[in-house]
């Protein structure tokens, strides 16, 4: 079979589409649901949460030492200090136990001398709320505890329970589904023989959407036959807002994902002027499509510049800024003019705090190469190379170095 032509699309022409397509489509609007708020770990609020009680919701001593009246030690000090009597001028307290009525202070028991059992001696003065954690001082009642839109880390769960939720409302998750194809395909599971390839791209598919927030589910091998690809996109297209085709390696099979994602939806872009990964499909069905690349650093990178941020724009109404540091480089760095080249690098800090950056170059097939990369070095389309201890910015994967 002939393969057919890739036009290549500029990365973010081909990025413009795609999103434009999901948005006319209505993706990005996120259903809801009310799930109990400490299996919302990592969810994200599809509502603005307001505290159902204060936190504190009692006054309480902020210090371990003697409830007091504040007015009452206005005249203590090293030369006339000041006797309390148990009971009639203080209490003794304990860090987090409630302030009695009719007190408003608490002065530290280090600075209390112990004149007998139902007397102390003070020699300064305090102000009223001193060492109390007050009403609301955390959360007042009716105050934003999370806004929406907001990923729930631990403290936030924390917090939420602590205002009164005992449950709360998050955007429903994308279901995700990973369709490896190819007739060279094996289990890992599987010893290969010659000619044979282990599938694990499903590994760092269905990995990397969990990270961001996708139900993730990853289908059996389809050998590269026509009909058992179209059976399984349909299927596919019926059920899953987000529908990821691996391709592989065998000759021809370019031809079949598109042409079957064109009769079952339409193909929005079929390559891209991005290195590695330029076969690259994006498409619109039920849902979002994207035919994957077979090498696993191509699969890799097209997750993070095309799946990734229709994630985030679901979650969160936008992308979320990478993170990205300058830095020297220690070995020169070689690209194709006319493609955007990613090369994916790796960081050492130096003893001035500056950051060296290692070019992890190769074939989109070494997995070596992401298995040890903090992140990419973007090469524009018109540069043919960087020359060492050249300044770049490297994009960092996850967060800071």
Not at 22 to 44: C, D, H, M, N, Y
Not at 76 to 92: C, K, N, W, Y
Not at 230 to 247: E, P, T
């Given at each position: 079979m002939k393969r057919a032509h890739l036009q290549l699309t500029p990365l973010e022409e081909a990025r413009r589409r795609f999103f434009d397509a999901l948005e006319k489509a209505g993706f990005f609007v996120a259903s809801e649901e009310e799930i109990e708020t400490p299996q919302a770990l990592w969810r994200v609020t599809s509502r603005e949460v307001l505290a159902r009680r204060a936190v504190p919701h009692f006054a309480s001593a902020a210090m371990d030492g003697i409830a007091v009246r504040a007015a009452q030690t206005q005249q203590a000090s090293l030369q006339r200090p000041l006797r309390l009597v148990r009971g009639r001028d203080f209490e003794f307290i304990d860090t987090g136990q409630p302030i009695p009525p009719p007190f408003d202070a608490v002065i530290k028991i280090e600075d209390v001398q112990e004149f007998d059992s139902q007397t102390v001696v003070i020699t300064r003065p305090t102000s009223a709320g001193k060492h109390v954690r007050a009403v609301g001082e955390d959360f007042a009642l009716g105050a934003q505890v999370v806004p929406a839109g907001f990923q729930l880390t631990p403290e936030a769960i924390a917090a939420l329970l602590s205002a009164g939720h005992l449950s709360v409302w998050v955007k429903r998750q994308l279901?995700?589904?990973?369709?490896?194809?190819?007739?060279?395909?094996?289990?890992?599971?599987?010893?290969?023989?010659?000619?044979?390839?282990?599938?694990?791209?499903?590994?760092?598919?269905?990995?990397?959407?969990?990270?961001?927030?996708?139900?993730?589910?990853?289908?059996?091998?389809?050998?590269?036959?026509?009909?058992?690809?179209?059976?399984?996109?349909?299927?596919?297209?019926?059920?899953?807002?987000?529908?990821?085709?691996?391709?592989?390696?065998?000759?021809?099979?370019?031809?079949?994902?598109?042409?079957?994602?064109?009769?079952?939806?339409?193909?929005?872009v079929h390559g891209v002027a991005y290195h590695p990964g330029h076969p690259v499909l994006l498409g619109l069905g039920r849902g979002a499509i994207v035919g994957l690349p077979g090498y696993p650093v191509a699969a890799w990178l097209a997750l993070h510049l095309f799946v990734k941020p229709v994630l985030e724009r679901y979650y969160f109404g936008r992308e979320r800024?990478?993170?990205?540091?300058?830095?020297?480089?220690?070995?020169?760095?070689?690209?194709?003019?006319?493609?955007?080249?990613?090369?994916?690098?790796?960081?050492?800090?130096?003893?001035?705090?500056?950051?060296?950056?290692?070019?992890?170059?190769?074939?989109?097939?070494?997995?070596?190469?992401?298995?040890?990369?903090?992140?990419?070095?973007?090469?524009?389309?018109?540069?043919?190379?960087?020359?060492?201890?050249?300044?770049?910015?490297?994009?960092?994967?996850?967060?800071?170095?």
């Amino acid at each position: 079979m002939k393969r057919a032509h890739l036009q290549l699309t500029p990365l973010e022409e081909a990025r413009r589409r795609f999103f434009d397509a999901l948005e006319k489509a209505g993706f990005f609007v996120a259903s809801e649901e009310e799930i109990e708020t400490p299996q919302a770990l990592w969810r994200v609020t599809s509502r603005e949460v307001l505290a159902r009680r204060a936190v504190p919701h009692f006054a309480s001593a902020a210090m371990d030492g003697i409830a007091v009246r504040a007015a009452q030690t206005q005249q203590a000090s090293l030369q006339r200090p000041l006797r309390l009597v148990r009971g009639r001028d203080f209490e003794f307290i304990d860090t987090g136990q409630p302030i009695p009525p009719p007190f408003d202070a608490v002065i530290k028991i280090e600075d209390v001398q112990e004149f007998d059992s139902q007397t102390v001696v003070i020699t300064r003065p305090t102000s009223a709320g001193k060492h109390v954690r007050a009403v609301g001082e955390d959360f007042a009642l009716g105050a934003q505890v999370v806004p929406a839109g907001f990923q729930l880390t631990p403290e936030a769960i924390a917090a939420l329970l602590s205002a009164g939720h005992l449950s709360v409302w998050v955007k429903r998750q994308l279901k995700a589904i990973f369709i490896p194809t190819g007739s060279e395909l094996v289990s890992w599971r599987a010893e290969p023989q010659i000619g044979q390839f282990c599938e694990t791209n499903s590994q760092i598919v269905a990995g990397l959407l969990e990270e961001w927030g996708a139900l993730v589910t990853v289908h059996e091998i389809v050998p590269n036959e026509a009909e058992r690809i179209r059976a399984a996109l349909h299927q596919a297209l019926g059920s899953y807002d987000l529908v990821l085709v691996g391709s592989g390696t065998s000759q021809g099979r370019g031809d079949l994902v598109p042409q079957i994602v064109q009769e079952l939806g339409k193909v929005l872009v079929h390559g891209v002027a991005y290195h590695p990964g330029h076969p690259v499909l994006l498409g619109l069905g039920r849902g979002a499509i994207v035919g994957l690349p077979g090498y696993p650093v191509a699969a890799w990178l097209a997750l993070h510049l095309f799946v990734k941020p229709v994630l985030e724009r679901y979650y969160f109404g936008r992308e979320r800024e990478r993170f990205k540091l300058r830095a020297k480089l220690a070995q020169p760095v070689k690209s194709a003019r006319g493609y955007r080249e990613f090369v994916r690098a790796r960081l050492e800090r130096a003893a001035d705090g500056s950051y060296w950056v290692y070019p992890l170059q190769g074939g989109a097939s070494k997995l070596s190469t992401i298995v040890n990369a903090d992140g990419w070095i973007e090469v524009p389309e018109e540069i043919e190379a960087y020359e060492q201890n050249t300044f770049v910015e490297v994009t960092l994967v996850r967060g800071r170095p």
